[in-house]
């Protein structure tokens, strides 16, 4: 089962701290490995290095992947594989010293490109390495490592023939059992005396588990499957075609007993100590869009942790670089409600509700205001005219009535007086059925702003108050 994310329920980890021993998905790191220092970001509570289990903890258990290994093995790097050994396969025809040797390279690049396999897949790379990848000069040593373990193995047995046929049995049964973890061991680690180690091999098989006898018991069937091919297409074929078929065959049944190794592995990456590759490119963010990412993430997982100082701090530098950015700003309010800081509330409310009317952010500054208990004192005319006017958007009538009320007490030079107390009359009227107070506002912007361009508006609402009275003055 896939660890679930310590800070989104809902989401699977992506990376792991092992001194803290949590888990984050990738809203808690966001970017790509290019956007943090040494391509590895660190634990925001720890700051020691994360490791990489995306792929691992996404991966579905080893048995329910079997159109997987098929399917992999005929992607375009392994068919070119398939087509290098058909090719070698006719070439055993000539025999001459060239194509010995041409033959003997193709079979060298074949276990390359399988122990390649292992390798890829077991580090979280589900895309089939290309054939291009196998070039990389390790072809011959492995392949040299390759037939020392068979020649190994065929010396023990050889030595153990003195012991009788039971202890040679044995040792075919645990050379079958041991054989799939040996070429994983090879696959990861490149060492032929790794490979040969029985208690290295022993641990490999403890650590998988269970799942390990299900791998040897598919990957001998898988690998008996050209013989059984052979048997059926024998006597269809051109006696040319015999041997670039069963090279092809067999050089794919390899491919996919090498991706069910190297998914075994990716099931247990950690415990196998294995580094996860990531291939992220995406995800890359550029710097101010990454930096603030960094910093909603970082404090959201603080705040959960109960470290407040260390969220509000994450806040305030990120905010010196970015002192207008709206989810900040934001998070930064939220986070004095909800350590129900009052002095910063009562010191900064103001001061931020009107950051988020400067950036067109009405409805959000209505919002905050809201959650505000007690509610901030506003002095500025404008912010209390645009607060209220949102509040009303929001129907919240009383809130945006007290925002407005005496407003041409307390700021008798507000220039845009006659708009504001034009909306209080408006909200009297939708919010409280108090027609005898619209009409005194209405007055009061009529006799006071006898020039406003809003004296149209102020005859049409005081024709609706009209219609209002006449059609009460009807009823009764």
């Not at 209390?384 to 949102?390: C, D, N």
Request: with cysteine; proline share 5%.
């Amino acid at each position: 089962m896939a660890e679930p994310c310590n800070y989104h329920s809902s989401a699977e980890a992506a990376w792991h701290c092992q001194p803290c021993s949590r888990h984050f998905c990738g809203s808690c790191i966001p970017g790509a490995s290019a956007n943090y220092r040494n391509g590895r970001p660190d634990c925001p509570l720890c700051h020691k290095p994360l490791d990489y289990i995306g792929a691992s903890n996404s991966a579905k258990p080893f048995w329910q992947m079997g159109l997987f290994y098929f399917r992999y093995a005929l992607q375009p790097g392994p068919l070119t594989v398939l087509a290098l050994a058909a090719g070698a396969g006719l070439m055993i025809s000539g025999l001459g010293i060239i194509s010995l040797l041409l033959l003997l390279a193709a079979v060298a690049l074949v276990s390359r490109y399988n122990l390649l396999v292992i390798e890829k897949l077991a580090s979280g790379q589900l895309q089939a390495p290309s054939f291009g990848d196998a070039l990389d000069g390790n072809s011959a040593p492995l392949f040299l490592k390759v037939i020392g373990m068979t020649l190994i193995a065929g010396f023990v047995g050889y030595k153990l023939m003195a012991f009788g046929q039971g202890a040679l049995q044995l040792y075919s049964i645990a050379l079958s059992l041991l054989a799939p973890a040996a070429m994983i061991v090879l696959a990861l680690e490149g060492s032929l005396r790794a490979a040969i180690n029985p208690l290295k091999l022993l641990q490999f098989t403890l650590i998988i588990g269970w799942p390990y006898l299900l791998l040897w018991l598919t990957t001998s069937a898988v690998s008996a499957a050209p013989g059984y091919l052979l048997m059926l297409v024998a006597n269809k074929l051109p006696p040319w075609a015999i041997v670039p078929v069963i090279a092809a065959s067999t050089t794919y049944f390899y491919i996919v007993t090498s991706a069910m190794m190297g998914y075994i592995c990716l099931s247990r990456q950690q415990k196998l100590g294995i580094i996860a590759e990531r291939d992220d490119d995406g995800d890359f963010l550029e710097e101010a869009e990454f930096s603030r990412a960094r910093a909603l993430a970082e404090n959201q997982i603080l705040m959960r942790e109960g470290d407040f100082s260390g969220a509000r701090r994450t806040l305030v530098e990120c905010l010196r670089r970015y002192p207008d950015d709206p989810a900040l700003n934001e998070r930064y309010y939220r986070l004095l409600l909800a350590t129900q800081d009052k002095k910063a509330l009562r010191e900064l409310g103001p001061h931020l509700l009107e950051k988020f009317i400067r950036m067109n952010r009405a409805h959000k500054a209505a919002e905050l205001y809201l959650a505000t208990d007690p509610h901030p004192t506003i002095d500025k005319s404008h912010l209390r005219h645009t607060l209220a006017e949102a509040l009303y958007r929001q129907q919240k009538f009383r809130p945006a009535a007290m925002l407005l009320n005496n407003l041409h007490k307390e700021d008798k030079d507000y220039r845009q007086l006659d708009a504001a107390y034009l909306l209080l009359a408006q909200i009297y009227i939708d919010g409280f059925n108090r027609e005898d107070l619209a009409r005194q506002l209405l007055a009061f912007v009529r006799k006071h702003f006898p020039e406003s361009k809003l004296q149209e508006q102020v005859d049409t609402l005081e024709r609706v108050l009209g219609g209002v009275q006449v059609a009460g003055c009807s009823a009764r």
